[in-house]
């Protein structure tokens, strides 16, 4: 059974970089899928931020325009996600996902953006 | 970006009741190549993070109760739930992924009368 768990600060200051990492057990990322990172600010809709291939390739949302990067760790089986220049508009909580379609999703991670 | 839009926003259910749910795309989410549809359902319950319920238009995720149907063509979509139980409630979205951005409805959220 594949498991993500995402892991990072929980409070990132404004225009500081936000970074997160999911962790996946039961899957090999070097075997294949997409993964994916989302939000969803609090009370409010989801967001796909970005997808990274195994093979290393990516796609963002452009709405982020350029400050997101999302990488593969093989050697960990991690993928992570780096947002820069944070505002408080980017308050969430941030999944991580396998493939597509998006399952399964780790638990989330509540970042806050605040000084 | 393609927009989805869902209603309604907010459905209360008597539990035996049957529920639908519709989603519309601004643009057609079939793709004439391969004839598949990609639009997907998910279910985020209380406190929980979203999980699949429906994928590829009308194909179930693994687990996933039969009473959960899903239909529609090009521009429209309805996810139907034949009977309610308490354990539907939550807050249902639709997805399409034909091409990036990835994009998701408002929400629809289900609630027990």
């Known amino acids: 059974q594949v498991r993500l768990q995402e892991s990072g600060p929980g409070l990132v200051k404004p225009s500081e970089t936000l970074s997160l990492t999911c962790s996946v057990s039961?899957?090999?990322?070097?075997?294949?899928?997409?993964w994916a990172w989302i939000r969803q600010p609090s009370g409010k809709g989801l967001e796909w931020i970005g997808t990274?291939?195994?093979?290393?390739?990516?796609f963002y949302n452009p709405s982020f325009k350029s400050r997101a990067v999302i990488s593969v760790e093989r050697s960990k089986n991690q993928f992570s996600l780096k947002l820069t220049s944070v505002t408080a508009a980017d308050t969430a909580v941030y999944y991580c996902?396998?493939?597509?379609?998006?399952?399964?999703w780790g638990q989330g991670a509540l970042v806050t953006v605040s000084s | 970006d393609i927009v989805m839009t869902q209603t309604p926003l907010s459905l209360p259910v008597t539990p035996g009741e049957p529920a639908s749910i519709s989603c519309r795309s601004s643009?057609?989410?079939?793709?004439?190549?391969?004839?598949?549809?990609?639009l997907d359902w998910f279910l985020q319950k209380p406190g929980q993070s979203p999980q699949l319920l429906i994928f590829?238009?009308?194909y179930r995720a693994s687990g996933v109760p039969d009473r959960f149907s899903g239909s529609g063509s090009d521009t429209e979509f309805t996810l139907k739930i034949s009977r309610v139980e308490a354990e539907d409630v939550g807050v249902y979205y639709c997805?399409?992924?034909?091409?990036?951005?990835?994009?998701f409805g408002q929400g629809t959220k289900l609630e027990i009368k």
């Open positions: 996902a396998k493939g597509v379609p998006f399952d399964p």
């Open positions: 039961g899957y090999s990322i070097s075997s294949g899928y997409h």
């Open positions: 990274v291939y195994h093979t290393g390739s990516t």
């Open positions: 643009q057609s989410l079939l793709d004439s190549g391969d004839g598949n549809t990609y």
């Open positions: 590829m238009l009308s």
């Open positions: 997805m399409q992924r034909i091409e990036f951005p990835s994009t």
